[in-house]
């Protein structure tokens, strides 16, 4: 039985059913202008995409779902993320209802929700700090090959790579 407050196993049967974001930074600014990450997680197989971005609205969040996840691997089931204003906003909502995704939202008490999500941003801000030593204006454009090193890493969990699972 179930306690109050007591936090439920998201359950997952397809890749893509069920799909976390969150935004990391900010970061040193680039030479870009870039001063977050986009994270986007299949909560199946733990692929993850990223993207640097100059701002956290809405706007660039629903353009980057649309040319990122839409694109190449259709509209998930449920979007989860916490409860920012880009993922709350009516453009967001319109977003989602166009595309048929119902939005999940973590507890503002249980951030732990969009755990995998908050992990991801852990271990690259990790990367991205042990890679730019000398010049933080750059840490965008070494964020491709980061994302190539996590999708092929053997996941504990999952026994297998990101890239293996999908």
Avoid at 14 to 39: M, Q, R
Avoid at 57 to 75: C, F, M, N, P
Wanted: hydrophobic share 35%.
């Amino acid at each position: 039985m179930q306690t109050p407050g007591e936090l439920q196993p998201i359950i997952v049967s397809e890749p893509f059913e069920i799909v976390s974001i969150d935004f990391a930074g900010p970061f040193p600014g680039t030479e870009n202008g870039n001063k977050y990450i986009l994270v986007i997680t299949d909560l199946l197989t733990r692929w993850v995409d990223a993207v640097a971005v100059s701002n956290t609205t809405a706007e660039t969040t629903v353009d980057i779902l649309e040319k990122r996840l839409i694109a190449y691997h259709g509209s998930p089931g449920k979007l989860l993320s916490d409860n920012g204003a880009a993922f709350t906003s009516q453009l967001m909502n319109a977003f989602c209802m166009n595309h048929g995704i119902k939005q999940v939202f973590s507890s503002p008490y249980h951030p732990e929700t969009n755990g995998m999500t908050e992990r991801f941003n852990r271990t690259m801000k990790a990367m991205i700090k042990a890679h730019t030593t000398e010049d933080q204006s750059k840490w965008d454009q070494h964020l491709d090959m980061h994302l190539y090193a996590y999708r092929t890493a053997k996941h504990e969990t999952l026994g297998l790579s990101p890239f293996e699972a999908l």
